[in-house]
């Protein structure tokens, strides 16, 4: 049976947790651990059972700085999860960086083998991670480079850096794989995009040949005092773009968006609004549709 008094004892009680400390210390025994209510992701190491599907990364990570037991600390996706800069696939394995050989991998776990300096790493409720920016640094030299970009873009806009300050590492890490990667990436980073998305769409636009729209873009109106951001825009064509999330299917979002978009067709303005189904699978689309306002108001 559970001791009340002893939960608070066991690292990471209720999300992630080590079995053998929990059943040692009398939170739990090993009947139930081993039942349906619990879910074993690592070498005795344990979560509660989501109610809703797989564990998300957000789980899978803290599983993993448990199965670490204080050897190491999330990285990659893991750390950005962890930092409230989320940009990796639900499906990525869990990440962690360890300074020698020790640590094992296993299924559903990458392990990176690096020395980290200390201002290289932070901590976010008692989780060590890879910093901020020592995070964007990792994720920017390795993958696709769109979604190279949306992890740069990510973090600093969340943690409120200048992704060009990722130079400074790439300059005292000379020999590390990876580093001819930063400049194309720093050559696309937007710190203002609001959204991994946001920038996917507006990585889709520039890789298509059409010239980089500016993020976050302000429209004034003197009359009222009042501001519209647009996600994206060409501002000298009036051409605003943007990502409708799921939050724009909230019924008062809905009707705050009606009035909103109105007002931006009544100052001239041409709005194109995508959702992440257009933006992954009909690329095309989105981009033709760009592609003919760009040229109509060209020839205007």
């Keep these: 049976m559970r001791d009340p008094a002893r939960m608070g004892e066991i690292a990471g009680w209720p999300i992630a947790f080590r079995g053998g400390a929990a059943v040692a210390a009398g939170v739990i025994t090993a009947d139930v651990l081993r039942g349906p209510r619990f879910l074993r ?6 979560v509660s059972a989501p109610e809703d599907g797989p564990p998300d990364l957000a789980l899978r990570s803290h599983a993993a700085y448990r199965y670490l037991d204080g050897r190491g600390v999330l990285s990659g996706y893991s750390a950005a999860e962890v930092l409230g800069a989320s940009c990796g696939p639900r499906n990525a394995p869990a990440e962690v960086t360890v300074p020698d ?22 901590e976010v409720n008692g989780v ?3 910093s901020p920016l020592r995070t964007a640094y990792d994720l920017a030299r390795r993958g696709d480079l769109v979604e190279r970009v949306v992890a740069v873009d990510r973090l600093a806009n969340v943690h409120g850096f200048s992704p060009d300050l990722l130079l400074h ?4 890490n000379r020999r590390a794989r990876g580093n001819e990667l930063i400049a194309e990436v720093l050559a696309h ?9 946001e920038t996917r769409l507006r990585m889709l636009i520039v890789q298509a040949g059409l010239p980089r729209p500016e993020a976050q873009w302000v429209v004034q109106d003197e009359n009222s005092r009042t501001a519209v951001w647009l996600d994206l825009a ?8 943007e990502y409708e999330g799921e939050g724009h299917t909230d019924r008062d979002q809905v009707l705050r968006d ?14 194109y609004r995508y959702t992440k189904l257009e933006i992954l699978r009909q690329p095309g689309l ?15």
Excluded: C
Aim: net charge positive.
């Design 41 to 46: 992701l690592f070498p005795d190491t344990y």
């Design 101 to 122: 050989l020790g640590q094992r991998t296993h299924a559903g776990l990458v392990v990176h083998r690096s020395r980290l300096l200390p201002g290289e790493i932070t």
């Design 128 to 130: 060590r991670t890879t």
């Design 169 to 172: 590492f790439t300059a005292r």
């Design 189 to 197: 980073a937007e710190r203002r995009a609001g959204s991994p998305m």
């Design 234 to 241: 060409w501002p000298d064509r009036r051409i605003g773009i």
């Design 258 to 271: 009606i009035g909103r978009y109105t007002g931006l067709v009544d100052k001239g303005w041409r709005i």
């Design 286 to 300: 989105v981009v033709g549709q760009l592609g003919r306002a760009w040229q109509r108001t060209s020839e205007t």
